[in-house]
């Protein structure tokens, strides 16, 4: 076992709402240890779930120790690092592989040695089904707060306060705001004009935001206004992960659904919601043409033979359609012509399959966006320190890359030790010089609000909140979509094919919603 003289102290707390005396006497503890053993160290410590392996803190320490800083790891427990199994295997072959031990309160681990190895699989299946039988224990103190009435929903809605002592919502200040909200729309006025109207009079939300019509379409259709506490909308899948490989919240059926009325004090009374539901309902049940228009795609309907742009027109009154194409291919001589065969269509139908592709578009951009959250969660930093930071991370690599060198050509290191060493190196030199060039680009809040942003009118254009501005609908499109590539070849029953091409995507990334 190698002498330790630099460590790395990790320090993590499991829940936002934890008082934060735990992790400071955690992190004193760890602290007074070093300082007794005389070693140098540095410090990590962040708000996570041990479930998640993705964390901030962890991934820059995991990078640092990649980069040969540190001798060992400084926890209260093994299950501070990871409590499943997956992830505590991910960063014990980090920590195995570049030399690391685990020092804990009590045992220094060396994962190089079988002892050690085996007995810390033990530990970390151990620690796995302790977190599940507290897991249990919190969902069904949940369940069984719900049913009360108490609130346990997570982020406490516009217009009201989370009371500790009741457990249960009380309006607060924005509750006018909200109850002018619903009377306007039960006056006739759209969500968009009512964002409009609160633009024009400078009100915005709690956090500083503008009220867009996105915003203005959640409230409206929160039962919690009128009172109604629901709990269990969703659920952990079993299937789908999200990039970081934590599980999605999926939607679950409404019988499994706890739902209260007159939990708390409604902004709203229950009829005037129901009212609102109604309207919602019946301005979102009009077919997708009947919402969107042609204005909407103007320009952006390409025939997948020959490239053109369709047009669109409307027979008799009827139903609007998109137009064959009519390009004319002409023979040699300039005399003879054949004419496109691709045929036009009802717009209705085919906004039926545009709409499944544009959802899909929709949730792919909610989780580049949750991905990007993620990464930049809790991370507070000033841009020239990192800058910094990243140049002197590029001049240490490059130190490390010479002195590989030497230790080859001094016979310290095979061959092959030194290309894999070599090769390792230049592999966090590219991942710094491309945080570098970030970092000279647009700040990530930048990037994230102009995505939330596209995000926002992507559902209003799904949801059909954005019904009376043909020319925002177009807006919107043209900024993620290229062109679409249309094709229907054959008779009266030939099926519509399509292709949406985006922008600034390859076609890798395109097909993920074809």
């Known amino acids: 076992m190698g002498a330790i003289k630099n460590v790395a102290i990790y320090s993590r707390k499991s829940r936002p709402d934890e008082t934060d005396e735990g992790i400071k006497r955690q992190l004193a503890f760890l602290i007074d240890k070093c300082i007794e053993s005389g070693w140098e160290y540095e410090v990590f410590q962040e708000v996570g779930s041990s479930q998640d392996i993705n964390r901030p803190e962890l991934n820059k320490m995991l990078d640092r120790i990649q980069s040969f800083h540190f001798d060992a790891v400084v926890v209260t427990d093994q299950d501070r ?3 499943t199994t997956s992830g505590f295997a991910q960063i014990k072959d980090i920590l195995t592989n570049y030399g690391v031990q685990v020092v804990t309160s009590s045992k220094i681990y060396d994962y190089a040695t079988q002892e050690d190895d085996l007995m810390s699989d033990m530990q970390s299946i151990v620690a796995k089904q302790e977190y599940l039988n507290i897991k249990k224990r919190l969902v069904r103190g949940k369940r069984q707060s719900a049913k009360e009435g108490n609130w346990v929903g997570g982020k406490t809605p516009v217009g009201y306060l989370y009371d500790k002592n009741t457990k249960k919502l009380k309006p607060d200040e924005y ?3 909200i109850k002018r909200m619903f009377t306007m729309y039960l006056e006739g006025k759209t969500s968009t004009e009512i964002a409009r109207e609160f633009e024009l009079e400078g009100v915005l939300t709690p956090s500083g935001s503008k009220w867009d019509k996105a915003r203005v379409a959640v409230v409206l259709a929160n039962p919690v206004y009128k009172g109604t506490v629901i709990y269990g909308k969703t659920k952990v899948s079993k299937t789908s992960k999200k990039p970081s490989g934590s599980p999605r919240q999926v939607k679950t059926e409404n019988d499994a659904q706890i739902v209260i009325d007159n939990a708390h004090q409604p902004i709203i009374s229950p009829e005037e919601w129901d009212k609102v539901a109604r309207i919602r309902q019946d301005r979102n049940s009009r077919p997708p043409s009947a919402r969107i228009g042609k204005l909407g ?20 009154g009827k139903e609007l359609r998109i137009t064959s194409c009519q390009t004319r291919h002409y023979s040699e001589d300039g005399e003879n012509y054949t004419v496109c065969k ?16 544009l959802s899909q578009f929709a949730e792919s951009l909610e989780t580049h966006i949750e991905f990007i959250k993620e990464q930049n969660e809790q991370v507070t930093h000033n841009p020239v320190d990192e800058k910094a930071s990243l140049q002197s991370q590029l001049k240490k690599i490059e130190a490390g890359v010479k002195r590989v060198q030497q230790g080859f050509v001094m016979e310290i290191f095979t061959e092959d030790e030194a290309q894999r060493q070599i090769k390792q190196f230049k592999a966090q030199r590219a991942n710094v010089e491309a945080q570098l060039e970030e970092l000279n680009t647009k700040s990530q809040d930048e990037q994230i609000d102009e995505l939330e942003e596209t995000l926002r009118g992507l559902k209003g254009i799904l949801s059909g909140e954005t019904t009376s501005e043909p020319k925002r609908v177009h807006e919107i499109l043209s900024r993620v979509i290229d062109h679409i590539e249309y094709k229907r070849v054959g008779d009266h029953k030939a099926e519509i094919e399509m292709k949406v091409h985006l922008k600034g995507q390859s076609e890798e990334q395109e097909e993920q919603v074809q």
């Open 342 to 357: 691709n045929k036009g269509c009802r717009l209705e139908n085919f906004e039926k399959l545009f709409f499944v592709k």
């Open 175 to 177: 509750a006018p705001t």
């Open 81 to 83: 690092l990871s409590r």
């Open 297 to 316: 795609y103007t320009g952006l309907i390409k025939c997948g033979l020959c490239g053109r742009t369709h047009s669109f027109q409307r027979r008799k």
